[in-house]
């Protein structure tokens, strides 16, 4: 009844628009997000454990629906849900998937230390896309007063190849500095993350709306030129 819904919702145009963005994903119906919402709210409300234990996936959208429904299990034991997130890490093959999962995963909040612990493997993994997990709920529930040091010192222990990881770091450091912009500016001046990423994280700042004009000219001279990573 569920893959009968998705398809009934399908719109061409939008499957088209989101085919744009996500090079490789071939098994998309076009569902849009709020739709998926309502979708997963639906199950969780029903019969929530037999949808996600015992339904396989076809569609891009079924994958993002089971990533929906757990993150709106907040009401079971920690330890429940975890063991459901580290089920799900693995269909994770792509950005949109990724960032959508970690957005909805607000039991965080409520767990920080137990999370942060169950975190740490998929820092160092060698998996593009458990990286990017790891990294984006950093970036979501982590980038603070208590946990940032810790942040940018396990960002700077990331050297995974993949561009989405790479992405992710950059975008997680850039968050950190419109945040801390101090903290951040120091670390930036002294780090181990490779010539791209660190490059990335500089635009990234340059990008954001909340940097000021002088701060942004400080910034991009701080750029590494390109004979470094040549040498490397």
Request: proline residues 2%; glycine residues 2%; charged residues 30%.
């Amino acid at each position: 009844m569920i893959r009968e819904q998705l398809v009934e919702l399908a719109e061409e145009n939008y499957k088209v628009f989101s085919s744009n963005l996500l090079p490789g994903i071939d098994n998309l119906v076009g569902v849009r997000i709020p739709n998926l919402r309502k979708i997963a709210k639906q199950i969780v409300k029903l019969d929530w454990k037999s949808y996600i234990e015992n339904n396989d996936e076809i569609y891009f959208e079924e994958v993002m629906l089971k990533g929906m429904i757990i993150g709106y299990l907040e009401n079971q034991d920690i330890e429940d849900i975890l063991k459901y997130i580290s089920d799900f890490v693995p269909k994770i093959n792509n950005w949109s998937v990724c960032d959508s999962f970690c957005v909805g995963l607000k039991i965080t909040n409520k767990n920080r230390e137990r999370v942060w612990e169950f975190l740490k493997p998929y820092i160092c993994s060698d998996k593009e896309f458990e990286v990017r997990f790891a990294v984006v709920m950093m970036i979501n529930y982590y980038i603070n007063e208590d946990y940032l040091k810790l942040v940018l010192k396990e960002l700077d222990n990331i050297s995974h190849d993949g561009y989405y990881a790479k992405m992710a770091v950059a975008w997680a450091i850039s968050i950190s500095f419109v945040k801390f912009e101090e903290l951040t500016l120091e670390y930036l001046k002294n780090n181990n993350i490779d010539d791209y990423t660190y490059n990335k994280s500089l635009q990234k700042i340059c990008e954001s709306l909340k940097v000021k004009k002088d701060t942004k000219d400080i910034i991009r001279s701080m750029k590494r030129k390109r004979i470094r990573l040549l040498k490397a």
